[in-house]
């Protein structure tokens, strides 16, 4: 391929002055490597193959003996073990001759298995990516349950793959197919068994109280056969294709409220794969009159933990803090029982549930509850300043420059910052805020000015009046209906 003059010229300049690489000034000039080869004379004629592979000739030997001992070894490293001995050959040379002698592995014939309705259900996990919490990220994992015969499916996104978060989605497993087949299969991950030897294999005992709890019979498949459990492998990658494809997962809440609308409306009743005429969701209305019944009693699917109560009446679970109460943290025995699932975590004292909170997936989180910060701030009556210092600058970050003139001015910092705590309870968090910001822009600091400003800005917003009127007891409390005042006298009213 033949270019003008121009082109021949500029070749030479960005490869010779700017020093630009062979294929940077290709790409850059949309012309071929070749061509810029031979525009720079840099073309060098190649050995022939068969000329090549004489130099691998006195090592053939040696190559296909150590492949026979070690199939999968690379070229690279078998390189690295000729050169030595003499070899003065290219890698590429050697990596072709080794690609054309490395054993093939024997081509393995799969049993084809079928199942019975009711029989055995398949269990896998797959990672679908990352989601953004407070203080960083979790890694999301989808947990999905396929029944053998029928297809059918279940699953969920869950943030861990401990044994009880595998021991929750069991137990929602069985109650979304209002009963459970014989068998469970596995593969071999850590929750569900602990040691492996053959087919000597101890279960994670968590797991074993499952199984004894719906009568359900544990099994793995062979180390490193996930054709096995072929079944929820291509039901995962069904998840994959056609739900995770081009959706963005926002949340585990969100995930799996689109996830079991999935599973309703598009994969369970998509035509079986190997039945005709019937779709997934026909063949589990019949497998379900073939699954165990679910057991009376509900399997406890809490987590189970003891913990200590900090200093500062909190509880450390899963990297975040849980408020108790007070006298919790007082109390010479300062343990309590953590029982949390996915949902909710509960502090219990002695047996009885002094606290409950919503569960935070976030990393070095905060959980707190307001009545313990009432109750610890009525008996650290110091702390008060502090803690109304704190609800200021959450609402108006700001504030501090209100402190730093009261110290200024030598007034009482503490009465100061009561009056405007006090405040917070007569108008709303965003009225307080402007005024703070409007007493600032002011280039003064009264806190009066803070009351009239916020008084100015719940008339403008026609906004009720802040005041509770404490009537006596003497007083009935009653609604006053308004009527017509013509009819009391006959008298017509004057026009005034």
């Avoid at 040379?93 to 393995?108: D, F, I, K, Q």
């Avoid at 279960?203 to 056969?225: E, G, I, M, N, Q």
Wanted: include cysteine; hydrophobic fraction near 40%; glycine fraction near 4%.
């Amino acid at each position: 391929m033949s270019v003008s003059e121009e082109v021949e010229a500029e070749i030479r300049r960005l490869y010779f002055a700017e020093h630009w690489p062979v294929g940077t000034v290709a790409s850059q000039l949309t012309q071929h490597a070749d061509v810029v080869r031979r525009v720079l004379k840099l073309d060098t004629p190649r050995t022939p193959v068969a000329e090549r592979l004489l130099l691998v000739e006195p090592y053939k030997d040696f190559i296909e003996q150590t492949l026979k001992k070690y199939p999968t070894l690379r070229s690279t490293r078998l390189f690295d073990m000729v050169k030595p001995r003499g070899y003065s050959g290219e890698v590429r040379t050697l990596r072709s001759y080794v690609a054309s002698v490395r054993p093939r592995p024997a081509r393995e014939a799969y049993l084809r298995v079928s199942t019975l309705p009711g029989e055995q259900a398949q269990v896998d996990w797959a990672h679908v990516g990352k989601v953004r919490v407070p203080g960083g990220e979790r890694p999301l994992w989808a947990f999905v349950m396929v029944l053998s015969w029928s297809r059918a499916m279940w699953g969920e996104f869950v943030f861990d793959m401990t044994v009880h978060s595998l021991r929750r989605s069991l137990a929602r497993a069985a109650a979304y197919f209002e009963g459970n087949t014989r068998q469970w299969l596995f593969d071999n991950p850590k929750t569900v068994v602990l040691e492996r030897h053959g087919d000597a294999v101890r279960f994670h005992p968590r797991l074993l109280d499952v199984s004894s709890h719906y009568c359900v019979s544990l099994r793995l498949c062979t180390v490193r056969k996930p054709n096995q459990k072929g079944r929820v492998e291509r039901a995962i990658r069904y998840v994959r294709e056609r739900f995770l494809a081009g959706r963005e997962l926002r949340s585990v809440a969100q995930a799996n409220i689109e996830f079991l609308a999935f599973i309703n409306d598009v994969a369970n009743p998509r035509p079986h794969p190997t039945l005709p005429d019937v779709t997934v969701a026909d063949c589990l209305a019949q497998e379900k009159t073939r699954l165990l019944r679910l057991p009376d009693a509900a399997l406890p699917i809490e987590e189970v933990l003891p913990a200590t109560v900090d200093k500062t009446a909190f509880v450390r679970f899963d990297t975040n803090d849980y408020s108790v109460p007070p006298d919790c943290a007082q109390s010479e025995n300062n343990t309590v029982t953590v029982a949390a699932d996915d949902i909710t975590v509960r502090l219990l004292k002695a047996g009885v549930e002094v606290a409950r909170h919503p569960r935070c997936w976030g990393r070095r989180q905060e959980v707190e509850d307001p009545a313990h910060r009432d109750a610890l701030l009525a008996q650290k009556h110091g702390a008060s300043e502090a803690k109304g210092q704190d609800r200021l600058r959450a609402i108006a970050p700001n504030v501090d420059i209100l402190f730093t003139r009261w110290v200024e001015t030598g007034r009482n910092v503490g009465s100061l910052t009561a009056r405007l705590t006090g405040l917070m309870r007569s108008y709303d968090d965003e009225t307080v805020a402007a005024a703070v910001t409007e007493v600032i822009a002011r280039g003064t600091h009264d806190p009066g000015a803070v009351a009239h400003i916020c008084e100015q800005l719940r008339r403008k917003a026609n906004k009720p009046v802040p005041l509770d009127v404490a009537l006596g007891s003497h007083v009935p409390d009653r609604d006053v209906i308004p009527h017509a005042l013509e009819g009391y006298d006959g008298i017509p009213k004057r026009r005034v």
